[in-house]
Nanobody
Framework: HVDLLESGGGSVQAGGSLRLSCVAS????????MAWYRQIPGKEREGVAR??????RYTDAVKGRFTISRDNAKSTLYLHMNSLKSEDTAMYYC???????????????????????WGQGTQVTVVS
């Protein structure tokens, strides 16, 4: 079992930046698939970005603005968010699949089923 703990959320002006962090309770191998998701109340969870040994992938809505990265020595996943927009307001969740590399496209709604481990979430609010 892996526990994930997110931090770094908060309230920011549109156009601003935030960095989210997700610390895993166990060491994370660079081959493992880890991802960031977000959810607005009343809407389905949306994949934002994922990363494994092959590199990062992003959903179209955040390409060029968000960067996912990981520090395996610190068992930490990051999401650097720049040029934030009001539509980025959501609860952001870290997810992990320690069985191997990512399988499903981050833009596929069913990709969330690939991740058995989830954090509690950190709220991001972008104020216009």
């Amino acid at each position: 079992h892996v526990d994930l703990l997110e931090s770094g959320g908060g309230s920011v002006q549109a156009g601003g930046s935030l960095r989210l962090s997700c610390v895993a309770s166990e060491g994370t191998d660079g081959h493992y698939c880890m991802a960031w998701y977000r959810q607005i109340p009343g809407k389905e969870r949306e994949g934002v970005a994922r990363i494994d040994s092959r590199g990062p992938r992003y959903t179209d809505a955040v390409k060029g603005r968000f960067t996912i990265s990981r520090d395996n020595a610190k068992s930490t996943l990051y999401l650097h968010m720049n040029s934030l927009k009001s539509e980025d307001t959501a609860m952001y969740y870290c997810a992990a699949e320690i069985g191997g590399p990512c399988v499903t496209s981050i833009q596929n709604p069913s990709a969330a089923d690939d991740y058995p481990y989830w954090g509690q979430g950190t709220q991001v609010t972008v104020v216009s």
